[in-house]
């Protein structure tokens, strides 16, 4: 242990031994039926020792039904007492940043829930309370993490598929009027925006995970149907550094539930179709027409070992970076990478010009607040989109 309580990592000079002690911010839905189920998986990597809530009847409840030993009103009294490895930030996204940042001030990683926060401002404090070595802040972008995925970026990185051209990448979900009705939904102050940030970003990741870095984005966002302060519909154009261009749609209004990417290569067509979760079958592999050779695509099959996209695959890949004292996935840099792509729709989609993103720094006002402080911040409710200036 360390003078905070806290076990010695590797670079501190001495091997990190698992049980790793666990506490859980948040005892909503997300809690109680992803991180939970996903640290239970865990096995003996993981003790889950205590709870936080501000809901005393709430969380009494979690603690019972979950069997946690302990719950607290308060992250600092839980911090100070517990000393956790690793804590799981599940609150709602406006309450995200300064936990984050008070368990990595007091030496615990942290696996926070998307969006990470509801800023690129916010993310870089968050950056700013990292340790090297430990502790750091991993985003829970789990559908990088199946197995799926994992095989097409193998093949992906190693050329294999040709270069790539086109994607698609299509959020379109359902939520109806009462799930808005909910006071922190749809709020640009709790929520940090619609459909964009809070649904599609998962897709959109996988996107990036794949595609690797974007230099522009073109977009329109409305409100079409919902009573909302943000969009229940976006799109946008994304052109990325390989020059491959991808279109990306983001809805809350679709009733046939679907989340789709396809990515067209030179050589191969990629596709995943699934709703909130992927396994091996989900993807789907077409090989261009003049690609002949039957042993080259069937070297593109799926492994045999089926990981499903889930809180649990990406749990299992940040406790072995705990182990090492390393850096995990998702967390720095890369785990601000969607959250930039997401900035730069909603600031191309409110002012009506493309976006880079070298725009995207401390002096625009998009990186303070996703509206960018902008006197009309989404389209009008018959749909219309606003621009630049405020015009419709």
């Known amino acids: 242990m360390n003078e905070q309580g806290h076990r010695h990592t590797p670079a501190e000079g001495r091997a990190a031994t698992p049980p790793f002690r666990v506490a859980v911010v948040g005892s909503g839905a997300i809690a109680e039926h992803s991180h939970v189920p996903a640290l239970r998986a865990a096995g003996d990597r993981v003790e889950l020792v205590a709870a936080v809530d501000t809901d005393a009847e709430r969380l009494d409840v979690f603690q019972n039904r979950n069997d946690i030993p302990a719950g607290y009103l308060s992250i600092d009294d839980m911090l100070e007492v517990e000393r956790p490895d690793l804590v799981h930030v599940c609150t709602p996204p406006a309450a995200h940043v300064d936990p984050v ?227 995990p996935p998702l967390s720095g840099r890369q785990g601000r990478e969607t959250l930039e792509l997401v900035t730069a729709l909603y600031r191309s989609a409110l002012t009506g010009l493309p976006v880079t993103r070298d725009q995207l720094g401390p002096d625009d006002p998009f990186y303070h607040h996703l509206h960018g402080d902008m006197p009309e911040r989404v389209g009008s409710p018959t749909g219309t989109v606003v621009n630049s200036g405020g015009r419709s």
Request: proline share 4%.
């Open 101 to 327: 940042v008070r368990c990595l001030e007091a030496g615990a990683w942290v696996l926070v829930e998307k969006p990470p926060c509801l800023s690129l401002a916010e993310f870089d404090r968050i950056e700013a309370a990292e340790r090297a070595g430990g502790a750091y802040a991993s985003v829970v972008f789990q559908h990088r993490f199946g197995s799926g995925a994992r095989h097409a970026a193998r093949l992906i990185a190693s050329g294999e598929l040709g270069r790539p051209l086109v994607a698609l990448c299509n959020t379109t979900w359902y939520r109806n009027q009462e799930y808005f009705d909910v006071p922190w939904r749809g709020r640009w102050d709790t929520e940090g925006g619609g459909p964009t940030m809070g649904h599609g970003i998962h897709q959109m990741d996988l996107m990036l995970a794949l595609l690797g870095d974007w230099v522009e984005v073109r977009a329109m966002t409305g409100r079409l149907d919902r009573v909302m302060e943000t969009e229940d519909v976006s799109m946008a154009i994304v052109r990325f550094a390989d020059g491959a261009m991808a279109s990306v749609v983001n809805s809350v209004l679709s009733p046939r539930e679907e989340s789709y990417l396809r990515f067209d290569f030179t050589d191969a067509t990629i596709e995943l179709t699934h709703l909130y979760g992927y396994d091996n079958s989900d993807w789907r592999y077409t090989p261009a027409p003049h690609v002949a050779d039957a042993d080259r695509i069937a070297s593109w099959s799926l492994p045999p070992q089926n990981v499903r996209s889930s809180h649990s695959a990406q749990l299992s890949v940040l406790l072995d970076a705990m182990e090492r004292g390393e850096r």
